[in-house]
């Protein structure tokens, strides 16, 4: 959330912003609420003074004795006129604090400006595009020839975008976010953590899903609870309403979780695979860290979810997003964009970035540099480091092999007891129903 006396004094630019990323919000409206507040304020404190005089004046009355019915009956008429613009003051602070939500945060000055993710410049790029000298298939070809993964009964059971993992692939899926967990975890300064997936409305408020992305989530029926959209919004809550002892800070946190989203804004979008799923995995990675040191910390938590890559040694390319493309709650992004070699073009597998106090302000998360110090907002960060599904997909389309086994990496060979290539499931014949053979 920006600070209202930010906004204040910076509306021309806030403005501009708000063009930059392509947002309609109304500001002036937000201006002329702020306007109004103010006016009350000074109102209620007009009247509240003359209330504290004829209060006195009752008090000087009956101490000389005379009679303080006028006096009592003014100050009730005053008492009356502060009620009423009170309620009037709290009926304006709740719109303008409803509308202070539905405000991005302010784009760095470094974040190219564009219109969407076809202008987002390119940062640089790791690894060498394979080349192969037989017919490639798309990662969920090779899953249903080798009979790994189902999509056709997965959405028997639960509807389109949703797969079966099965044999191998299960184990694959598993065994890459066992890696990244121990990676981060163990070569990496981060402090795992098993959160959990059900979050209430108030901490997806804190990090900007909501009001935003509300069409986006799977509410529970009933409640002001949801599935969680991405760890990010437990791990970022952890610390809410709370003031930290600044010599802590940086915390850094990763974990696990499973992620369920809508995806109600890509509708004919990656409808085959694992690309854009309504559930997936993904490891998280999320950052607290005072003010001045924000900006290092999002260049070594984008460094962190490369090493990832780089270890799988799976070629990559960093973008920065422009204003059109940045997420809502976010100064600056960089995405990390994996190779799929049967699309022939880079897939964002990881974004990773600075909030700076935009998040800490809507979840009051803030720190003492020194005890009785004046408590400040910490800065937040966030990546994925990596979304587990994507990445899945990407070692199944780059380690393809021409009789359509699939190369295990060899950094994942240990956490697949061994196995260096997976092949077809034993006794797999078919992926589809029998009356459909």
């Known amino acids: 959330m920006l600070d209202m006396k930010f906004i204040r004094d910076h509306a021309e630019e806030v403005k501009t912003n708000l063009q930059n990323r392509h947002n309609p919000f109304d500001l002036d409206e937000v201006l002329a609420l702020d306007e109004k507040r103010r006016e009350l304020l000074q109102q209620t404190e007009a009247l509240k003074s003359e209330k ?59 974040v190219p400006v564009g219109k969407d993710d076809s202008e987002n410049p390119e940062v640089r790029k790791w690894g060498e595009i394979p080349t192969f000298d037989f017919p490639i298939k798309a990662h969920y070809e090779l899953g249903d020839t080798l009979g790994i993964l189902d999509a056709e009964r997965a959405g028997k059971v ?81 610390f809410s309403g709370e003031i930290l002892d600044g010599n802590i800070l940086p915390v850094h946190l990763t974990a696990l979780t499973p992620c369920f989203r809508k995806e109600a804004g890509s509708a004919g979008k990656d409808t085959r695979g694992l690309i854009r799923q309504h559930q997936f995995h993904k490891v998280e990675m999320v950052k607290y860290c005072k003010p001045e040191d924000s900006w290092d910390e999002l260049e070594s938590l984008t460094a962190e979810a490369e090493k990832i890559l780089q270890l799988l040694k799976i070629p990559y390319h960093v973008v920065c997003l422009c204003t059109g493309d940045i997420g809502f709650s976010s100064a600056k992004t960089y995405d990390i964009e994996v190779w799929m070699p049967a699309q022939n073009k880079y897939r964002e597998i990881s974004s990773c970035s600075n909030c700076l106090d935009f998040q800490a302000r809507r979840a009051n998360i803030r720190f003492r540099r020194a005890p009785g110090a004046k408590p400040e907002f910490v800065h937040t960060l966030n990546g994925s480091g990596l979304a587990v599904g994507r990445t899945v997909a990407a070692i199944m389309e780059n380690y393809q092999q021409a009789d359509g086994t699939i190369k295990v990496p060899d950094v994942l060979v240990p956490y697949m007891n061994g196995v260096t290539v997976i092949g077809k499931r034993e006794g797999f014949k078919s992926s589809k129903p029998a009356d459909k053979e």
């Open 52 to 110: 504290n005089a004829e209060s006195k004046k009752i008090a000087q009355a009956k101490k000389n004795g005379e009679d303080a019915a006028d006096a009592i009956a003014a100050m009730r008429e005053v008492g009356k006129k502060i009620s009423d613009i009170d309620k009037e003051l709290n009926e304006v602070e709740t719109k303008l604090n409803e509308l202070l939500l539905h405000i991005p945060n302010m784009c760095d000055k470094s």
């Open 158 to 238: 639960s509807g389109a975008r949703f797969y079966f993992y099965l044999s191998q692939a299960a184990r694959l899926e598993r065994a890459v976010y066992n890696f990244m967990l121990d990676v981060h975890t163990q070569q990496n300064d981060y402090t795992e953590v098993i959160p959990p997936y059900i979050i209430n409305g108030k901490s997806m408020q804190g990090t900007g899903q909501l009001p935003k992305f509300a069409d986006d989530m799977y509410k529970v029926e009933g409640e002001s609870m949801y599935m969680t959209p991405t760890a990010e919004v437990p791990l970022t809550n952890y």
